[in-house]
Protein backbone atom coordinates (compact mmCIF):
# COMPACT_ATOMS: atom_id res chain seq x y z
CA UNK A 1 0.00 0.00 0.00
CA UNK A 2 1.68 3.49 -0.64
CA UNK A 3 2.50 5.21 2.11
CA UNK A 4 1.19 9.22 2.59
CA UNK A 5 3.62 11.48 3.98
CA UNK A 6 3.96 12.01 7.45
CA UNK A 7 3.58 15.92 7.08
CA UNK A 8 0.58 15.39 5.49
CA UNK A 9 -1.46 15.94 8.25
CA UNK A 10 0.22 18.78 9.85
CA UNK A 11 0.48 21.17 6.36
CA UNK A 12 -3.45 20.30 6.58
CA UNK A 13 -3.87 21.89 9.96
CA UNK A 14 -1.53 24.95 9.12
CA UNK A 15 -4.30 27.31 7.70
CA UNK A 16 -6.54 26.46 10.79
CA UNK A 17 -3.10 27.27 13.02
CA UNK A 18 -2.39 30.14 11.18
CA UNK A 19 -6.08 31.43 11.51
CA UNK A 20 -6.82 30.85 15.34
CA UNK A 21 -3.62 31.87 16.00
CA UNK A 22 -3.25 35.31 14.26
CA UNK A 23 -6.92 36.28 15.24
CA UNK A 24 -7.53 34.55 19.05
CA UNK A 25 -4.31 33.63 20.39
CA UNK A 26 -2.07 36.29 19.67
CA UNK A 27 -4.51 38.88 20.53
CA UNK A 28 -5.14 37.06 23.99
CA UNK A 29 -1.42 37.01 24.53
CA UNK A 30 -1.24 41.08 23.43
CA UNK A 31 -4.10 41.68 25.70
CA UNK A 32 -2.78 40.75 28.47
CA UNK A 33 0.95 42.36 28.43
CA UNK A 34 -1.25 45.83 27.50
CA UNK A 35 -3.19 45.32 30.68
CA UNK A 36 0.17 45.48 32.72
CA UNK A 37 0.98 48.97 30.30
CA UNK A 38 -0.51 52.82 30.50
CA UNK A 39 -0.69 52.43 26.99
CA UNK A 40 -3.26 55.17 25.65
CA UNK A 41 -3.59 56.45 22.10
CA UNK A 42 -4.31 60.20 23.23
CA UNK A 43 -1.77 60.77 25.26
CA UNK A 44 0.63 58.27 23.31
CA UNK A 45 2.00 57.04 26.66
CA UNK A 46 3.06 53.61 26.28
CA UNK A 47 5.36 52.19 29.27
CA UNK A 48 4.96 49.00 31.31
CA UNK A 49 3.20 50.04 34.22
CA UNK A 50 3.32 46.58 36.07
CA UNK A 51 -0.10 45.51 38.23
CA UNK A 52 -0.65 49.54 38.00
CA UNK A 53 -4.14 49.09 36.46
CA UNK A 54 -4.98 46.09 38.54
CA UNK A 55 -5.25 48.08 41.43
CA UNK A 56 -6.96 50.86 39.99
CA UNK A 57 -9.12 48.20 38.78
CA UNK A 58 -10.32 46.83 42.67
CA UNK A 59 -10.86 50.73 43.59
CA UNK A 60 -13.06 51.92 40.65
CA UNK A 61 -16.24 52.17 41.18
CA UNK A 62 -17.18 52.24 37.40
CA UNK A 63 -15.97 48.55 37.19
CA UNK A 64 -17.87 47.27 40.26
CA UNK A 65 -20.97 48.74 39.24
CA UNK A 66 -20.50 46.88 35.69
CA UNK A 67 -19.78 44.20 37.27
CA UNK A 68 -23.02 43.88 39.21
CA UNK A 69 -24.77 44.50 36.38
CA UNK A 70 -22.97 41.85 34.40
CA UNK A 71 -23.48 39.39 37.39
CA UNK A 72 -27.33 40.01 37.72
CA UNK A 73 -27.74 40.21 34.14
CA UNK A 74 -26.18 36.93 33.74
CA UNK A 75 -28.13 34.84 37.08
CA UNK A 76 -30.79 36.52 35.89
CA UNK A 77 -31.69 35.71 32.29
CA UNK A 78 -29.80 32.22 32.61
CA UNK A 79 -32.44 30.96 35.00
CA UNK A 80 -35.42 32.34 32.89
CA UNK A 81 -33.76 31.29 29.90
CA UNK A 82 -33.54 27.70 30.98
CA UNK A 83 -36.63 27.36 32.92
CA UNK A 84 -38.62 28.88 29.92
CA UNK A 85 -36.74 27.06 27.42
CA UNK A 86 -37.17 23.44 29.57
CA UNK A 87 -40.78 24.53 29.22
CA UNK A 88 -40.99 24.89 25.53
CA UNK A 89 -38.86 21.55 24.97
CA UNK A 90 -41.60 19.72 27.18
CA UNK A 91 -44.38 20.95 24.63
CA UNK A 92 -42.09 20.91 21.51
CA UNK A 93 -41.55 17.37 22.20
CA UNK A 94 -45.21 16.60 22.03
CA UNK A 95 -46.80 15.29 18.90
CA UNK A 96 -48.77 17.91 17.17
CA UNK A 97 -50.28 19.06 13.79
CA UNK A 98 -47.72 21.01 12.02
CA UNK A 99 -44.74 20.41 14.67
CA UNK A 100 -42.07 20.98 11.84
CA UNK A 101 -43.54 24.34 11.28
CA UNK A 102 -43.53 25.11 14.84
CA UNK A 103 -39.82 24.22 15.42
CA UNK A 104 -39.12 26.43 12.61
CA UNK A 105 -40.63 29.31 13.91
CA UNK A 106 -38.67 29.10 17.45
CA UNK A 107 -35.46 29.48 15.18
CA UNK A 108 -36.62 33.17 14.10
CA UNK A 109 -35.91 34.71 17.56
CA UNK A 110 -32.61 32.90 17.21
CA UNK A 111 -31.43 33.87 13.84
CA UNK A 112 -32.66 37.43 13.77
CA UNK A 113 -29.14 39.74 14.20
CA UNK A 114 -29.00 41.24 17.76
CA UNK A 115 -28.94 45.03 16.74
CA UNK A 116 -32.54 44.14 15.17
CA UNK A 117 -33.27 42.54 18.37
CA UNK A 118 -32.16 45.52 20.24
CA UNK A 119 -34.13 48.09 17.94
CA UNK A 120 -37.35 46.17 18.29
CA UNK A 121 -37.47 46.18 21.71
CA UNK A 122 -36.60 49.33 21.23
CA UNK A 123 -40.12 50.06 20.02
CA UNK A 124 -42.02 47.62 21.45
CA UNK A 125 -41.27 49.03 24.72
CA UNK A 126 -40.88 52.32 23.54
CA UNK A 127 -42.02 55.06 26.48
CA UNK A 128 -44.34 57.26 24.43
CA UNK A 129 -45.70 54.79 21.35
CA UNK A 130 -44.57 51.31 22.40
CA UNK A 131 -47.02 49.03 22.31
CA UNK A 132 -45.60 47.26 25.52
CA UNK A 133 -47.67 49.84 27.28
CA UNK A 134 -50.82 50.27 25.48
CA UNK A 135 -51.56 46.56 25.70
CA UNK A 136 -50.38 46.86 30.05
CA UNK A 137 -52.94 50.01 30.27
CA UNK A 138 -55.14 48.34 28.19
CA UNK A 139 -55.41 45.76 30.87
CA UNK A 140 -55.12 47.99 34.07
CA UNK A 141 -51.72 46.40 34.79
CA UNK A 142 -50.53 49.78 34.53
CA UNK A 143 -52.01 53.33 35.13
CA UNK A 144 -49.84 55.19 33.09
CA UNK A 145 -46.63 54.98 30.49
CA UNK A 146 -43.84 53.35 31.93
CA UNK A 147 -40.61 55.40 30.03
CA UNK A 148 -38.66 51.22 29.62
CA UNK A 149 -35.20 51.52 29.12
CA UNK A 150 -34.76 54.96 29.82
CA UNK A 151 -35.21 54.93 33.57
CA UNK A 152 -32.93 53.68 35.80
CA UNK A 153 -35.49 51.17 37.91
CA UNK A 154 -36.59 49.54 34.27
CA UNK A 155 -33.96 49.46 32.12
CA UNK A 156 -31.51 46.24 32.76
CA UNK A 157 -34.87 44.59 33.28
CA UNK A 158 -36.38 45.52 30.14
CA UNK A 159 -32.96 44.11 28.65
CA UNK A 160 -33.24 41.12 30.41
CA UNK A 161 -36.74 40.41 29.08
CA UNK A 162 -35.04 40.97 25.20
CA UNK A 163 -32.56 38.32 25.93
CA UNK A 164 -35.06 36.01 27.45
CA UNK A 165 -37.06 36.37 24.30
CA UNK A 166 -34.33 35.97 22.21
CA UNK A 167 -32.72 32.98 23.68
CA UNK A 168 -35.24 31.23 25.47
CA UNK A 169 -36.21 29.12 22.44
CA UNK A 170 -32.42 28.42 21.47
CA UNK A 171 -32.02 26.95 24.96
CA UNK A 172 -35.33 25.11 24.08
CA UNK A 173 -34.12 23.39 20.90
CA UNK A 174 -30.78 21.98 22.88
CA UNK A 175 -32.72 20.50 25.50
CA UNK A 176 -35.50 19.17 23.02
CA UNK A 177 -32.16 17.53 21.41
CA UNK A 178 -31.58 15.82 24.82
CA UNK A 179 -35.27 14.83 25.73
CA UNK A 180 -34.94 12.85 22.43
CA UNK A 181 -31.97 11.01 23.96
CA UNK A 182 -34.50 9.44 26.85
CA UNK A 183 -35.83 6.16 25.73
CA UNK A 184 -39.18 6.08 25.17
CA UNK A 185 -39.60 2.96 26.57
CA UNK A 186 -38.51 4.60 30.26
CA UNK A 187 -41.85 6.58 30.01
CA UNK A 188 -43.78 4.17 28.83
CA UNK A 189 -42.36 1.82 32.29
CA UNK A 190 -43.28 4.89 34.35
CA UNK A 191 -46.50 5.21 32.85
CA UNK A 192 -47.83 1.81 33.67
CA UNK A 193 -46.43 1.76 37.00
CA UNK A 194 -49.63 4.62 37.16
CA UNK A 195 -47.06 7.57 37.21
CA UNK A 196 -48.62 10.92 36.62
CA UNK A 197 -47.47 13.15 33.91
CA UNK A 198 -45.76 15.40 36.62
CA UNK A 199 -44.22 12.14 38.30
CA UNK A 200 -42.45 11.25 34.82
CA UNK A 201 -41.32 14.12 34.63
CA UNK A 202 -39.67 15.03 38.04
CA UNK A 203 -38.62 11.29 38.60
CA UNK A 204 -37.38 10.01 34.89
CA UNK A 205 -37.06 13.06 32.40
CA UNK A 206 -35.27 15.49 35.16
CA UNK A 207 -32.94 13.02 35.63
CA UNK A 208 -31.84 11.69 32.56
CA UNK A 209 -31.77 15.75 31.36
CA UNK A 210 -30.12 16.99 34.24
CA UNK A 211 -26.33 16.90 32.52
CA UNK A 212 -27.84 18.63 29.02
CA UNK A 213 -29.33 21.23 31.30
CA UNK A 214 -25.98 22.08 33.33
CA UNK A 215 -23.82 22.35 30.11
CA UNK A 216 -26.29 24.29 28.05
CA UNK A 217 -27.14 26.49 31.08
CA UNK A 218 -23.07 26.74 31.70
CA UNK A 219 -22.55 27.67 27.85
CA UNK A 220 -25.65 30.12 28.08
CA UNK A 221 -24.09 31.81 31.35
CA UNK A 222 -20.51 31.98 29.76
CA UNK A 223 -22.05 33.76 26.81
CA UNK A 224 -24.58 36.06 29.14
CA UNK A 225 -21.45 36.83 30.96
CA UNK A 226 -20.28 38.94 27.30
CA UNK A 227 -23.65 40.28 26.85
CA UNK A 228 -22.74 43.64 24.55
CA UNK A 229 -24.98 44.16 20.85
CA UNK A 230 -28.48 44.30 23.42
CA UNK A 231 -26.94 46.63 25.54
CA UNK A 232 -25.27 48.80 23.61
CA UNK A 233 -27.53 49.34 21.20
CA UNK A 234 -30.43 49.32 23.45
CA UNK A 235 -29.21 51.72 26.16
CA UNK A 236 -25.60 52.09 25.83
CA UNK A 237 -25.35 51.32 29.32
CA UNK A 238 -27.26 54.16 30.25
CA UNK A 239 -29.41 55.81 31.54
CA UNK A 240 -26.99 57.09 34.64
CA UNK A 241 -24.74 53.87 33.78
CA UNK A 242 -27.79 51.93 34.96
CA UNK A 243 -26.97 48.76 32.30
CA UNK A 244 -23.53 49.07 32.06
CA UNK A 245 -21.71 45.61 31.83
CA UNK A 246 -18.39 44.35 31.80
CA UNK A 247 -18.25 44.68 27.90
CA UNK A 248 -19.65 47.91 27.38
CA UNK A 249 -17.70 49.30 29.57
CA UNK A 250 -14.25 47.50 27.88
CA UNK A 251 -15.43 48.59 24.64
CA UNK A 252 -16.17 52.09 25.83
CA UNK A 253 -12.48 52.56 27.62
CA UNK A 254 -10.67 50.85 24.69
CA UNK A 255 -13.12 52.40 21.90
CA UNK A 256 -14.29 56.19 23.08
CA UNK A 257 -11.31 57.21 25.44
CA UNK A 258 -8.77 55.27 23.83
CA UNK A 259 -7.11 54.02 27.10
CA UNK A 260 -5.62 50.53 25.39
CA UNK A 261 -3.69 49.64 28.77
CA UNK A 262 -6.47 50.10 31.15
CA UNK A 263 -9.56 48.71 28.49
CA UNK A 264 -7.27 45.80 27.79
CA UNK A 265 -7.44 44.92 32.27
CA UNK A 266 -10.82 45.13 32.05
CA UNK A 267 -11.64 43.03 29.27
CA UNK A 268 -8.08 40.60 30.26
CA UNK A 269 -10.16 40.21 33.84
CA UNK A 270 -13.17 39.30 31.96
CA UNK A 271 -11.33 36.58 30.12
CA UNK A 272 -9.78 35.34 33.51
CA UNK A 273 -13.22 35.50 35.13
CA UNK A 274 -14.50 33.01 32.58
CA UNK A 275 -11.82 30.77 32.13
CA UNK A 276 -11.85 30.09 35.80
CA UNK A 277 -15.78 29.68 35.52
CA UNK A 278 -15.52 27.09 32.59
CA UNK A 279 -12.50 25.36 34.38
CA UNK A 280 -13.83 24.77 37.80
CA UNK A 281 -17.04 23.32 35.95
CA UNK A 282 -14.98 21.02 33.88
CA UNK A 283 -13.42 19.63 36.57
CA UNK A 284 -16.60 19.59 38.42
CA UNK A 285 -18.24 17.42 35.04
CA UNK A 286 -15.18 15.69 35.12
CA UNK A 287 -15.14 14.30 38.92
CA UNK A 288 -18.89 13.64 38.27
CA UNK A 289 -18.42 11.28 35.67
CA UNK A 290 -16.14 9.09 37.60
CA UNK A 291 -18.10 9.01 40.59
CA UNK A 292 -20.56 7.45 38.35
CA UNK A 293 -17.86 5.00 36.89
CA UNK B 1 -50.98 13.50 19.43
CA UNK B 2 -52.00 10.17 20.35
CA UNK B 3 -55.76 8.94 21.52
CA UNK B 4 -54.15 8.37 24.72
CA UNK B 5 -53.97 11.86 25.97
CA UNK B 6 -57.60 13.52 27.15
CA UNK B 7 -58.80 16.63 25.70
CA UNK B 8 -57.53 18.64 29.05
CA UNK B 9 -53.87 17.01 27.77
CA UNK B 10 -54.79 17.89 23.88
CA UNK B 11 -55.89 21.38 24.84
CA UNK B 12 -53.07 22.73 27.16
CA UNK B 13 -50.67 21.16 24.21
CA UNK B 14 -52.64 23.53 22.32
CA UNK B 15 -52.72 26.43 24.05
CA UNK B 16 -48.61 26.08 24.80
CA UNK B 17 -47.96 25.64 21.14
CA UNK B 18 -49.91 28.46 20.39
CA UNK B 19 -47.86 30.92 23.23
CA UNK B 20 -44.59 29.42 21.52
CA UNK B 21 -45.28 30.67 18.15
CA UNK B 22 -46.90 33.83 19.35
CA UNK B 23 -43.35 34.21 21.31
CA UNK B 24 -41.12 33.52 18.96
CA UNK B 25 -43.03 35.43 15.65
CA UNK B 26 -45.46 37.94 16.99
CA UNK B 27 -42.71 40.83 17.95
CA UNK B 28 -41.66 40.43 14.36
CA UNK B 29 -45.24 40.35 12.96
CA UNK B 30 -45.22 43.61 14.77
CA UNK B 31 -42.38 45.06 13.02
CA UNK B 32 -43.31 43.96 9.85
CA UNK B 33 -46.81 45.43 10.51
CA UNK B 34 -44.86 48.59 11.55
CA UNK B 35 -42.77 48.87 8.76
CA UNK B 36 -45.72 49.73 6.50
CA UNK B 37 -47.57 52.10 9.05
CA UNK B 38 -47.37 55.88 8.55
CA UNK B 39 -45.69 58.16 11.20
CA UNK B 40 -48.99 59.61 12.36
CA UNK B 41 -50.38 56.21 13.04
CA UNK B 42 -47.27 55.34 14.46
CA UNK B 43 -47.57 58.01 17.26
CA UNK B 44 -51.34 57.74 17.38
CA UNK B 45 -52.70 57.30 20.85
CA UNK B 46 -54.56 53.76 20.08
CA UNK B 47 -51.84 51.38 17.60
CA UNK B 48 -53.71 49.81 14.99
CA UNK B 49 -52.56 46.48 14.05
CA UNK B 50 -53.19 46.09 10.31
CA UNK B 51 -51.49 49.33 8.41
CA UNK B 52 -54.56 51.55 6.80
CA UNK B 53 -53.59 52.52 4.85
CA UNK B 54 -50.17 51.02 4.07
CA UNK B 55 -47.57 52.81 3.26
CA UNK B 56 -43.96 52.03 1.15
CA UNK B 57 -42.42 55.11 2.81
CA UNK B 58 -40.10 53.56 5.22
CA UNK B 59 -38.63 51.18 2.49
CA UNK B 60 -38.31 54.66 0.09
CA UNK B 61 -36.50 56.07 3.30
CA UNK B 62 -34.67 52.75 4.03
CA UNK B 63 -33.12 52.41 0.35
CA UNK B 64 -33.07 56.15 -1.32
CA UNK B 65 -32.36 58.07 1.63
CA UNK B 66 -30.19 55.90 3.91
CA UNK B 67 -28.70 53.69 1.15
CA UNK B 68 -29.23 50.53 2.80
CA UNK B 69 -28.03 48.93 -0.34
CA UNK B 70 -25.07 49.47 0.34
CA UNK B 71 -24.96 48.18 3.41
CA UNK B 72 -26.54 44.84 2.45
CA UNK B 73 -23.93 44.84 0.15
CA UNK B 74 -21.26 44.84 2.34
CA UNK B 75 -22.42 42.27 4.33
CA UNK B 76 -23.14 39.52 1.57
CA UNK B 77 -19.54 40.23 0.33
CA UNK B 78 -18.11 39.66 4.12
CA UNK B 79 -20.76 36.84 5.16
CA UNK B 80 -20.18 35.38 2.24
CA UNK B 81 -16.56 35.24 2.10
CA UNK B 82 -16.61 34.42 5.89
CA UNK B 83 -18.65 30.77 4.61
CA UNK B 84 -15.97 30.09 1.77
CA UNK B 85 -12.94 30.27 3.64
CA UNK B 86 -14.87 28.82 6.95
CA UNK B 87 -15.73 25.72 4.86
CA UNK B 88 -12.57 25.49 2.79
CA UNK B 89 -10.26 26.16 6.06
CA UNK B 90 -12.27 23.59 8.24
CA UNK B 91 -12.59 21.13 5.81
CA UNK B 92 -8.90 20.27 5.75
CA UNK B 93 -8.75 20.37 9.53
CA UNK B 94 -11.43 17.84 9.88
CA UNK B 95 -10.39 15.74 7.67
CA UNK B 96 -7.10 15.78 8.92
CA UNK B 97 -8.31 15.02 12.76
CA UNK B 98 -10.33 12.86 11.45
CA UNK B 99 -8.93 10.47 8.24
CA UNK B 100 -5.30 10.80 8.72
CA UNK B 101 -2.59 9.26 11.18
CA UNK B 102 -2.07 12.16 13.64
CA UNK B 103 -0.68 12.31 17.27
CA UNK B 104 -2.91 14.03 19.54
CA UNK B 105 -5.94 14.51 17.17
CA UNK B 106 -8.39 14.88 20.38
CA UNK B 107 -6.48 17.16 21.90
CA UNK B 108 -5.68 19.10 18.86
CA UNK B 109 -9.52 19.18 18.74
CA UNK B 110 -10.49 20.34 22.11
CA UNK B 111 -7.71 22.84 22.01
CA UNK B 112 -9.43 24.40 18.64
CA UNK B 113 -12.64 24.61 21.01
CA UNK B 114 -11.53 26.24 23.51
CA UNK B 115 -10.32 28.95 21.84
CA UNK B 116 -13.39 29.84 20.50
CA UNK B 117 -14.81 30.33 23.78
CA UNK B 118 -12.25 32.97 24.24
CA UNK B 119 -14.67 36.59 24.84
CA UNK B 120 -14.64 38.27 21.96
CA UNK B 121 -14.57 42.07 24.10
CA UNK B 122 -11.28 40.22 24.90
CA UNK B 123 -9.85 40.35 21.15
CA UNK B 124 -10.83 43.24 19.82
CA UNK B 125 -8.36 45.70 21.30
CA UNK B 126 -5.59 43.84 19.93
CA UNK B 127 -7.02 43.34 16.30
CA UNK B 128 -7.80 46.80 16.27
CA UNK B 129 -4.48 47.97 16.75
CA UNK B 130 -3.01 45.04 14.74
CA UNK B 131 -5.36 45.95 12.00
CA UNK B 132 -4.60 49.52 12.25
CA UNK B 133 -0.90 48.82 11.87
CA UNK B 134 -1.40 46.33 8.82
CA UNK B 135 -3.34 49.36 7.39
CA UNK B 136 -6.57 47.30 7.79
CA UNK B 137 -9.05 49.03 8.93
CA UNK B 138 -12.17 49.90 7.24
CA UNK B 139 -11.56 46.97 4.83
CA UNK B 140 -13.68 43.55 3.96
CA UNK B 141 -10.02 41.95 4.55
CA UNK B 142 -10.05 42.94 8.19
CA UNK B 143 -13.59 41.57 8.92
CA UNK B 144 -13.22 38.26 7.02
CA UNK B 145 -10.18 37.44 8.59
CA UNK B 146 -11.62 37.85 12.03
CA UNK B 147 -15.23 36.56 11.34
CA UNK B 148 -13.00 33.25 9.94
CA UNK B 149 -11.17 32.64 12.73
CA UNK B 150 -14.10 33.08 15.07
CA UNK B 151 -16.46 30.83 12.64
CA UNK B 152 -13.82 27.74 12.47
CA UNK B 153 -14.12 25.62 15.95
CA UNK B 154 -17.64 25.11 15.35
CA UNK B 155 -17.28 24.85 11.57
CA UNK B 156 -14.14 22.05 11.97
CA UNK B 157 -16.07 20.41 14.78
CA UNK B 158 -19.15 19.78 12.96
CA UNK B 159 -17.34 18.47 10.09
CA UNK B 160 -15.09 16.33 12.20
CA UNK B 161 -18.09 14.30 13.47
CA UNK B 162 -19.36 13.77 9.68
CA UNK B 163 -15.99 12.55 8.61
CA UNK B 164 -15.76 10.36 11.59
CA UNK B 165 -19.10 8.49 10.53
CA UNK B 166 -17.66 7.24 7.30
CA UNK B 167 -16.27 4.00 7.23
CA UNK B 168 -12.29 3.33 7.56
CA UNK B 169 -12.49 0.99 4.44
CA UNK B 170 -13.16 4.32 2.29
CA UNK B 171 -10.03 5.93 2.44
CA UNK B 172 -7.79 2.55 2.35
CA UNK B 173 -9.52 1.97 -1.26
CA UNK B 174 -8.54 5.35 -1.91
CA UNK B 175 -5.05 4.78 -1.23
CA UNK B 176 -5.36 1.20 -3.06
CA UNK B 177 -6.03 3.15 -6.24
CA UNK B 178 -3.36 5.29 -6.00
CA UNK B 179 -5.04 8.47 -4.60
CA UNK B 180 -3.73 11.15 -2.65
CA UNK B 181 -5.04 12.56 0.72
CA UNK B 182 -6.11 15.72 -1.00
CA UNK B 183 -8.10 13.95 -3.36
CA UNK B 184 -9.70 11.86 -1.06
CA UNK B 185 -10.81 14.63 0.46
CA UNK B 186 -12.22 16.52 -2.54
CA UNK B 187 -13.34 13.49 -4.78
CA UNK B 188 -14.95 11.46 -2.57
CA UNK B 189 -15.50 12.99 1.26
CA UNK B 190 -16.53 16.08 0.94
CA UNK B 191 -19.16 15.02 -1.91
CA UNK B 192 -20.47 13.13 0.18
CA UNK B 193 -20.43 15.59 3.09
CA UNK B 194 -23.11 18.06 1.23
CA UNK B 195 -25.65 18.24 4.34
CA UNK B 196 -23.00 18.64 6.90
CA UNK B 197 -21.35 21.55 4.46
CA UNK B 198 -24.88 23.29 3.33
CA UNK B 199 -25.17 22.87 7.78
CA UNK B 200 -21.98 24.43 9.17
CA UNK B 201 -21.80 26.96 5.83
CA UNK B 202 -25.93 28.22 7.19
CA UNK B 203 -23.92 28.68 10.59
CA UNK B 204 -20.92 30.66 9.57
CA UNK B 205 -23.05 32.72 7.17
CA UNK B 206 -25.48 33.89 10.02
CA UNK B 207 -22.80 34.24 12.26
CA UNK B 208 -21.03 36.64 9.94
CA UNK B 209 -23.94 38.39 9.25
CA UNK B 210 -25.13 39.10 12.57
CA UNK B 211 -21.87 40.23 13.66
CA UNK B 212 -21.79 43.75 15.47
CA UNK B 213 -18.92 44.54 17.37
CA UNK B 214 -16.16 43.86 15.41
CA UNK B 215 -17.88 45.39 12.40
CA UNK B 216 -18.53 48.25 14.76
CA UNK B 217 -14.84 48.70 15.54
CA UNK B 218 -13.18 47.99 12.65
CA UNK B 219 -14.95 49.82 10.18
CA UNK B 220 -15.92 53.79 9.84
CA UNK B 221 -17.27 53.98 5.95
CA UNK B 222 -20.90 53.09 4.24
CA UNK B 223 -18.55 51.78 2.06
CA UNK B 224 -17.25 48.68 4.22
CA UNK B 225 -19.97 48.59 7.34
CA UNK B 226 -22.18 45.42 7.81
CA UNK B 227 -25.91 45.72 8.15
CA UNK B 228 -26.31 45.60 12.02
CA UNK B 229 -23.85 48.90 12.29
CA UNK B 230 -26.31 50.14 9.48
CA UNK B 231 -28.96 49.57 11.68
CA UNK B 232 -27.27 50.67 14.89
CA UNK B 233 -26.56 53.49 13.62
CA UNK B 234 -29.86 54.45 12.12
CA UNK B 235 -31.19 57.52 14.00
CA UNK B 236 -32.43 61.13 12.69
CA UNK B 237 -31.22 64.06 15.05
CA UNK B 238 -34.34 64.71 16.63
CA UNK B 239 -36.27 61.66 16.79
CA UNK B 240 -36.26 57.66 16.35
CA UNK B 241 -37.42 56.94 13.17
CA UNK B 242 -39.19 53.48 14.07
CA UNK B 243 -41.03 53.15 11.33
CA UNK B 244 -37.34 52.87 8.82
CA UNK B 245 -35.87 51.35 11.68
CA UNK B 246 -38.63 48.62 11.28
CA UNK B 247 -38.30 48.31 7.46
CA UNK B 248 -34.69 47.69 7.27
CA UNK B 249 -35.30 44.89 10.23
CA UNK B 250 -37.96 43.35 7.96
CA UNK B 251 -35.45 43.51 4.80
CA UNK B 252 -32.44 41.92 6.80
CA UNK B 253 -34.49 39.58 8.91
CA UNK B 254 -36.78 37.63 6.00
CA UNK B 255 -33.45 36.10 4.04
CA UNK B 256 -32.67 34.74 7.33
CA UNK B 257 -36.30 33.63 8.13
CA UNK B 258 -37.03 32.36 4.51
CA UNK B 259 -33.16 30.53 5.04
CA UNK B 260 -34.60 28.66 8.37
CA UNK B 261 -37.70 27.69 7.16
CA UNK B 262 -35.91 25.64 4.41
CA UNK B 263 -32.98 24.21 6.45
CA UNK B 264 -34.83 23.74 9.60
CA UNK B 265 -33.98 20.52 10.33
CA UNK B 266 -30.04 20.65 9.53
CA UNK B 267 -29.63 23.88 11.08
CA UNK B 268 -31.53 22.17 14.23
CA UNK B 269 -29.21 19.08 13.94
CA UNK B 270 -25.96 21.26 13.45
CA UNK B 271 -26.63 23.44 16.94
CA UNK B 272 -27.35 20.63 18.84
CA UNK B 273 -23.86 18.61 17.86
CA UNK B 274 -22.62 22.20 18.48
CA UNK B 275 -24.18 22.68 21.77
CA UNK B 276 -20.83 21.01 23.61
CA UNK B 277 -19.82 24.30 21.75
CA UNK B 278 -22.93 26.62 22.45
Redesign the interface.
Known sequence: MPRWPDATPWLLLLPIAVSIGAVSIYPILNGIWLSFRNTSLVSQQDDFVGLLNYGLLLGDEGFWNAWRHTVVFTLVSTALETLIGLGMALLLFERFPGRGLVRAAVLVPWAMPTVVTSKMFGWLFDGQHGVVNWLLRSVGLIGANINWYGSVDHALGTIIVADVWKTAPFMALLLLAGLQTIPDSLLEAARMDGAKPWQAFIFVRLPMLWSTLLIAGLFRALDAFRVFDLVYVLTGGGPADSTETLSTLSYKTLFSTLQFGYGSTLSTAMFITEALIAAGFAMFIVRKIGQAR | ??ARHGPV?RLS??V??VA??G???G??L??LS?SFQDDKA???A??SLWPSPGTWEHYYNVFAAKHFQLYVLNSVVVAGLTTIFCL???A??A???SR???RHRFG?LIA?LS????????????????ASALGLLDTYASLV??Y???G??LV?WVLFGYFETFPRELD?AA??D?I??IGLLVRIILPLSAPALVTVGLLAF?AA??E??FA??FTSTIDHQT???G??N?TDLYY?P?GD??AA?VV??LP??A???VF??H??EG??QG????
Not at chain 2, 115 to 130: D, E, N, T
Request: no cysteine; charged share 5%.
Open positions: MTRVGGVIVWSAPFWQTLTATPAIGLAFSLLRIIIVSMFPQIALVGPLYLLIAMALLPTERMGGPIWNFMLAIPVIAFVWIASVTLILVLQRIVLTAVKG
